[in-house]
């Protein structure tokens, strides 16, 4: 009775019989499905984010390697919350909290109350204190790291193939990603699927089957969170795609066009950065505390200390279960917006707030094509690897999707791509410049002149 009476909370507007105002910033998985959930509440919801849309995370690396377009991972957020009449979507980004008055204030000027602050900004890079090296290595958490990316990897053949035509020769085509878990591993199993499958008949002078996927990763496994053996079929499945696996290799220094890892420098025409996150800066926003990762300690409830009026959800979120810490993943993150809504209803109703306790299903990593591991914990255990796993992890990834138009282009792109062995979306946009590249050939950058005159409008029908 006495914890019950505990979790009993009384926000102001309901005892002055006022709709609550719900403001949740983060338009993440978290933040949509609170949003949906708290729909069906008295209360009014305005949803902040500084991107229009919706990026479903899990299927970003396919579009980093051109399997699927943004469009097909991404839903606006209007959109999704179009039938909700009670949720007003906001394209902005909040920059200071008044906590005594319940206030948020956001980068246009605006300033919005609220009853309840729901946090849920989730994760960015963190270069373990080397910010110099976002450039050479980028990482991916977003669409534009996603177009990012695949620029890199498509113009690094791109580049080869033109100086193998010119000089006779070209760099060997290296590609070193730093980081073992389940982003290295699904980004150095798709370099290898789209250089030694997808673009091997693409080419007149290089064969991009001879490209080398390198994996480092500083601790003793990859994929540590999963079970011994599923992280050692996983090497077995990348060794058997091609990749490179390097454990116990601490990287100490990225540069253009190499890495230095141990005692090793590894040339890379393109260097991929998997191997840490860190939570975004919203939490220090708060004024509250947080860990060395940026992330706010919150209790059962998901509240800060002090401050049941506040939910931190997702990778903002620093909470045990079990003696254990809650992965920053998009499942707990579904869960706890889910659960947001319930203890809201709660407060409506009166009633003591349920401690959140997270649900888990088990993991999947995709490899590559036909590659994969799983360790399911629900609706029975198992440990799967290879083409089954392969198959749980596309029919997952689909159910999950937003929106029934990107199931169906996702799935016809898998299926397209699978039956023709071809990719859809090779699309190289914006510079042409590849950081490293001019280092590994000893060549000079061609003069800024002969830039704007090769892509002045009729350059090729003159010449």
């Keep these: 009775m006495a914890d ?37 509440l008295p209360v009014d919801i305005t949803l902040i984010d500084r991107r229009n849309h919706f990026t479903f995370q899990p299927l970003l690396y396919q579009v980093a390697l051109a399997v699927l377009s943004p469009a097909n991972i991404a839903q606006p957020i209007r959109s999704i919350m179009r039938k909700k009449q009670n949720v007003e979507v906001l394209m902005d980004e909040a920059i200071r909290f008044d906590l005594d008055a319940r206030r948020a204030y956001l980068k246009s000027g605006a300033i919005m109350d609220y009853d ?60 070193v990603v730093i980081g073992g878990g389940p982003t290295g591993v699904e980004l150095a199993g798709a370099i290898c699927d789209i250089a030694k499958i997808y673009m091997r008949h693409d080419f007149r002078h290089i064969n991009p089957a001879m490209a080398r996927v390198l ?14 053996e599923l992280s050692r079929k996983a090497v077995e499945q990348l060794t058997r795609l091609g990749v ?26 393109v260097t991929l950065w998997a191997a840490g996150v860190q939570a975004s800066p919203l939490g220090r926003l708060l004024g509250l505390e947080t860990d060395r990762r940026g992330r706010v300690p919150i209790s059962k409830t998901l509240n800060p200390a002090g401050h049941p009026e506040i939910f931190v959800c997702g990778d903002l979120a620093s909470i045990e279960q079990d003696g254990r810490e809650i992965p920053g993943v998009a499942q ?55 083409f089954p796993a392969w198959v749980a992890w596309l029919t997952i990834h689909i159910y999950f999707l937003i929106g029934y138009r990107n199931r169906l282009a996702v799935l016809f792109e898998w299926v397209w791509s699978y039956f023709t062995f071809t990719h ?26 002969v830039h704007a005159e090769a892509s002045a409008p009729g350059a090729r029908a003159a010449s």
Excluded: C
């Design 4 to 40: 019950a009476a505990a979790n009993r909370v009384q926000i102001p507007a309901i005892t002055e019989g006022r709709r609550p105002r719900v403001l949740i910033i983060g338009g993440g998985f978290a933040g949509i499905h609170a949003a949906l959930a708290l729909a069906r």
């Design 116 to 175: 309840y602050l729901m946090l849920s900004s989730g994760a960015t890079h963190s270069y373990f204190g080397h910010d110099e090296w976002e450039s050479y290595a980028p990482g991916l958490k977003t669409i534009e790291d996603a177009i990012e990316i695949r620029r890199r990897v498509l113009l690094s053949f791109e580049l080869a193939e033109r100086q193998m035509l010119e000089t006779g020769s070209h760099p060997p085509l290296n590609f």
């Design 215 to 228: 994996l480092v990763e500083g601790g003793p496994r990859i994929l540590s969170a999963y079970p011994e």
């Design 244 to 269: 490179e696996v390097y454990t116990g290799l601490q990287v100490t220094d990225v540069k253009p066009g190499y890495v230095i890892a141990g005692d090793r420098r590894l040339e890379s025409v």
């Design 332 to 386: 707990p993150a579904m869960q706890m917006g889910r659960h947001v809504a319930d203890m809201v209803a709660q407060d409506l109703s009166g009633k003591a707030r349920t401690p959140f306790h997270y649900f888990d299903k088990g993991d999947m990593a995709t490899i590559g094509r036909m590659a994969a591991i799983a360790n399911i914990k629900w609706p029975f255990r198992a440990q799967w690897s290879g």
């Design 424 to 449: 859809g979306a090779r699309l190289i946009t914006g510079s042409q410049d590849l950081p490293g590249w001019n280092d590994l050939t000893g060549m000079k950058p061609a003069p800024e002149a």
